[in-house]
């Protein structure tokens, strides 16, 4: 157990919809990551926060926006969703600079 | 389970055998690297780091040689068990700089009896 608590587990839904994905991270730990993890892409870095603020920028699409609140935890909002947006997508956090600790990972299917 | 990377190259080795799972990576300037293990259903695991100042890094059972000449990592577990099936991924970056871990594509290690 890696300490870092992803939710939900599975998610499906319809193209054109929008979903939230929830990530608390490890204790103490101030900055979250997101990854997203599709069979040709491999691990995709998305985006990171470090104590609340936007530390830095992947590949996120502009559909795709995140936000880590007071407390640390942070969600992925994803909209307007396409089929090609199915995928596992993995929060990650760490004290810098330490090892990332990944979650469990959401797995969104679009239909 | 999940899973991961369908399209990857896979590795079957013997339980008990040795295993060399080998990485090219990309960056000269990267001065960081990290094996991780992704086993079917969770998250990636990190297994060992290797700093660009050394070539050779040994934890419990695994070893990481590496290269700069040629850009090449390579992770050795000795006496491989089942438990060691999974995807096993290598990362590099610059020191400090977590956010910029780029993942290479990963090799399948599959453990047979």
């Known amino acids: 157990d890696s300490g870092v608590t992803q939710t939900p587990k599975h998610l499906i839904t319809a193209t054109g919809q929008r979903v939230t994905l929830r990530c608390s991270p490890r204790?103490?730990?101030?900055?979250v990551y997101w990854y997203q993890q599709s069979l040709d892409q491999g691990l995709q870095f998305l985006i990171q926060?470090?104590?609340?603020?936007?530390?830095a920028k992947g590949n996120i699409l502009e559909r795709f926006s995140a936000q880590q609140f007071p407390d640390l935890h942070s969600e992925l909002n994803l909209s307007s969703l396409e089929l090609g947006d199915s995928a596992l997508y993995f929060c990650?956090?760490?004290?810098?600079?330490?090892?990332?600790?990944f979650g469990e990972g959401s797995r969104l299917t679009v239909l | 389970g999940e899973s991961v990377g369908l399209h990857l190259p896979t590795l079957s080795v013997q339980e008990g055998d040795n295993s060399i799972i080998n990485c090219a990576y990309s960056?000269?300037?990267?001065?960081?690297f990290i094996w991780y293990k992704q086993e079917s259903g969770k998250g990636p695991q990190f297994i060992i780091d290797?700093?660009?100042?050394?070539d050779k890094r040994q934890g419990q059972r695994v070893t990481v040689l590496l290269n700069k000449t040629v850009k090449h990592l390579s992770l050795q577990i000795a006496a491989t068990q089942p438990g060691d099936s999974a995807v096993y991924f290598c990362?590099?970056?610059?020191?400090?700089?977590?956010?910029?871990?780029?993942f290479g594509t990963g090799t399948r290690l599959q453990v047979t009896l």
């Open positions: 990650a956090s760490s004290v810098p600079p330490g090892e990332l600790f």
């Open positions: 290797i700093r660009s100042n050394m």
């Open positions: 990362a590099e970056t610059l020191t400090g700089t977590a956010s910029k871990l780029t």
């Open positions: 204790s103490g730990d101030l900055s």
């Open positions: 960056n000269s300037a990267s001065d960081y």
């Open positions: 926060y470090y104590n609340g603020e936007e530390r």
